[in-house]
């Protein structure tokens, strides 16, 4: 069993900055397969970073520059410093992991999600 629990998100005005934090507890799958995503009031929920599988980043290209994903040496926890925040950084952001055995699965195959925390843009 994995849980994860995000913290981190508010109220911020354009252009500032927030860290969003998520709490692995439990079974985890260590440093890889974690995600962050969001989803925006009235779209479908979209990619925002992840570790893979063999450690590379990646990032959502909208976002690229101004998102930066992270681990510590403990569960690991994970976490999303985001900067220069605009309007369409509101959502609810989760965070998940999930392993196949060769791969880590996609967004929509992922197993274990977090309750989500939100964050929203002012200005």
């Known amino acids: 069993q994995v849980q994860l629990v995000e913290s981190g998100g508010g109220a911020v005005q354009a252009g500032g900055s927030l860290r969003l934090s998520c709490a692995q507890s439990g079974y985890t799958y260590g440093y890889y397969c974690l995600g962050w995503f969001r989803q925006a009031p009235g779209k479908e929920r979209e990619e925002v970073a992840r570790?893979?599988?063999?450690?590379?980043?990646k990032y959502a290209y909208s976002v690229k520059g101004r998102i930066t994903i992270s681990t510590d040496n403990a569960n690991p926890n994970l976490y999303l410093q985001m900067v220069n925040l605009k309007s369409a950084a509101t959502a609810t952001y989760s965070c998940a992991t999930g392993y196949s055995g060769s791969h880590c699965p996609g967004m929509y195959d992922l197993p274990h999600w977090g309750q989500g925390t939100q964050v929203n843009l002012s200005g």
């Open positions: 570790i893979d599988i063999d450690g590379t980043i």
